[in-house]
């Protein structure tokens, strides 16, 4: 008897012990899972109504995807963080909103859904690192001052998406034929090739 009754006050005593962890914070994980979510969406598509198409941005330094409705594209700290220097992991507070229409409007274009982001905001001490390395950076990069994107879309062809960059005539447009990818920032207008 006296076995039985210590197994019942034992389950007792973790069962209370369960229920006291439980609510000691009942809704800390959910709301540190709400606050890290943006409250800016569109409406819902209304019943029987096909939802908007959605662009997928992937920046292929960190691994991450940004879904965009061509629509209303993201604006604000969200696009800062995901456009962010990958060397530093800062973001730059005010990139150019303009980068995301900018890629979306291409994939738009050639019916693509996807965008892989090579490069966007560099932090001035990364864009110097890479110059000592010899690489094909400019002294004074948009990429920098957060006006610039690398970008290509999968299955269409460097030449196609720089042709088509061009015919935008927003600012200035490389193409990297070998890396296969396309420049393209919001400054003066110029043209150049690299590698």
């Given amino acids: 008897m006296s076995r039985a009754l210590a ?14 962890t439980a609510d000691a914070d009942p809704g800390a994980k959910k709301d540190r899972d709400r606050a890290g979510k943006t409250t800016d969406h ?4 209304k019943l029987g109504q096909k939802p908007a ?9 960190t691994d991450e995807w940004l879904a965009v409705d061509p629509k209303a594209p993201p604006r604000g700290a969200q696009v800062d963080r995901f456009l962010r220097d990958h060397y530093t992991n800062a973001p730059l507070a005010g990139i150019e909103p303009r980068l995301v229409d900018i890629v ?7 019916q693509r859904d996807t965008v892989m982001v090579v490069s966007a905001f560099r ?3 990364y864009n110097l690192l890479l110059r000592k390395k010899g690489h094909q950076v400019a002294r004074d990069s ?9 970008f290509f879309l999968p299955r269409v062809s460097t030449n196609q998406l720089h042709k088509w960059a061009i015919d ?3 600012g200035g447009v490389g193409i990297y034929l070998d890396s296969g990818f396309v420049h ?12």
């Fill in 123 to 125: 932090h001035p001490k």
């Fill in 42 to 45: 569109a409406a819902p598509p």
């Fill in 7 to 20: 197994a019942a006050v034992s389950l007792t005593l973790i069962a209370s012990l369960i229920a006291s």
């Fill in 142 to 150: 948009h990429h920098s001052k957060g006006d610039a994107i690398d």
């Fill in 104 to 110: 979306v409007s291409a994939a738009v274009h050639f």
């Fill in 168 to 170: 935008q005539k927003i």
């Fill in 184 to 195: 393209m920032d919001t400054g003066p207008v110029r043209r150049w090739s690299g590698e």
């Fill in 53 to 61: 198409r959605l662009v997928n941005l992937y920046n292929t330094w």
